[in-house]
């Protein structure tokens, strides 16, 4: 049995999400964020919902997050977000090598045709949260080559905790970081 568009819009409806359908049967819709910041320096993440392989698979997209074009330090924004994915691991980042465009996604592969609407809120959360959280480390890689994946937590000295234990550290904390979220609802609908 697979899913239908019906489904993923009743839990739009169900969960009071503002969302658009489109003629193409994709869903948009948006969360508000605290760090991440779009090109027209609005603060905000576009998601787009669509199902896919039949009804077998539904698909949670953030396009245009970032673009490798304009980053002079590549190699690190690829450790970056390979880093990144290693810790958040439901999550994936895309580049697109010939407009360069990053964006980051979650598949959800539907078994026996069966998606409830608390997975598919925790996939829809997660993805803002995720983006919104490791932002910071994400243009900090672009900008100064540096793959720092704890630019939240400053040493006593001024400087920033790098390494291994501050990234492990980190990892925890993101998912504590989701669990918040989820247990307090969305920044914005």
Known sequence: MAI????IESFFVEEGLKYRLQADGTFLTGF???????????KGIGVVVRVSEDGGSVEFVAPNLYSSLICQHREALFNTLLAIMMRARMIRYEHDPEDGEIRCSIEYPVINGTLTRLPFRRMLDCLASTIDRWDRVVRTAMRTGLVCLDTDRPRPDGGLEIGRDAGQHLG??????????LATGPASS
Do not use: C, L, M, P
């Open 4 to 7: 239908h568009n019906e489904q």
């Open 32 to 42: 508000a964020t605290d760090s991440y910041e779009r090109a027209d320096g609005q």
């Open 172 to 181: 925890r904390e993101i998912g504590k970081d989701v669990e918040a979220r």
